[in-house]
Every structure is written in C-alpha cells, then in structure tokens.
C-alpha cells in the first residue's frame, strides 16, 4: 500500500511538472489586446489589421500600412510551419524586425515594428509566399 501511494504521489508531481514545463507561457508584452496607432490606408490592398495570418498558401492582408512602434502579431491557422522573414532572401537584412522566425501550426508570435519604410517579407521555408509592410 505504502508503495502504491508512493507512485500515486510521482505520478501527480511529474503530471504538474509537465504540465508547468511544457505549457505555452504568458510572456509580458507578447499580448496584443489593444494597439493604438496612426494607421492609414494607401492602396486598396493594404489594411489596418494587428494580425498577419498564414494560412498555408499566403500572407493575410498582403500588404499593411501601419505606425512605427506598431506590435502586429503573426498567427499560424496553417497544418505546417512558417518562418516569417523580412527580404532579401536567403539574408533577411532589409528590416530585422520583421525576422520573426518560425511559427507551428496553431501558434502565434509578436513583434513590434520601429524602422520606417517599405519592406517586403516572406516564408523562409517557400520563399514564393510574400507579404510587404509600410511603417510611417
């Protein structure tokens, strides 16, 4: 009896400890619950949207316009990973904040954008899927 106890008791403190080890951690300034910023429209394909979705095959909105200082989120609705990277490809030298890395299926990451300009981004692993930002 003493030794089944024993094993409950290893079984409970490795299941928390797991769980604790393993469990997407709440990282203080990676939420974006409320981003203000002077954002504007210049073409019809850009948008106002915090969030870069990949969906698989694309980047969604292709193309955004935001402030600098602005934190977009990049979330990944696709069955494969994606590795956000800013252009030239292979280097990624163009805006390093738009180096986001790689994101699993169903996760997302947050970044904050601060160099002004035009910069195009693409998935490093199928570097035909491209997306581009201007930060005013």
Known sequence: MKAFIIGL???VVLGVGGYM?????????TTNTSTTSNRSNTATTETTADTITFD????????LTVASGTTLTVKNTSST???????PHPVHTDDTDLN???????QSKTFTVTKKG?????????SSIRGKITIQ
């Not at 080890?21 to 300034?29: A, C």
């Not at 698989?56 to 193309?63: A, I, V």
């Not at 990973?81 to 252009?87: G, K, W």
């Open 9 to 11: 008791v290893v079984i």
């Open 118 to 126: 035009s910069f195009g981004y693409h998935n490093h692993l199928d």
């Open 100 to 106: 986001v890395g790689l994101v699993s299926p169903g």
């Open 21 to 29: 080890i393993f469990r997407t951690p709440s990282k203080t300034g």
């Open 56 to 63: 698989g095959s694309q980047f969604t909105p292709s193309s």
């Open 81 to 87: 990973d994606v590795q956000m990277d800013s252009d």
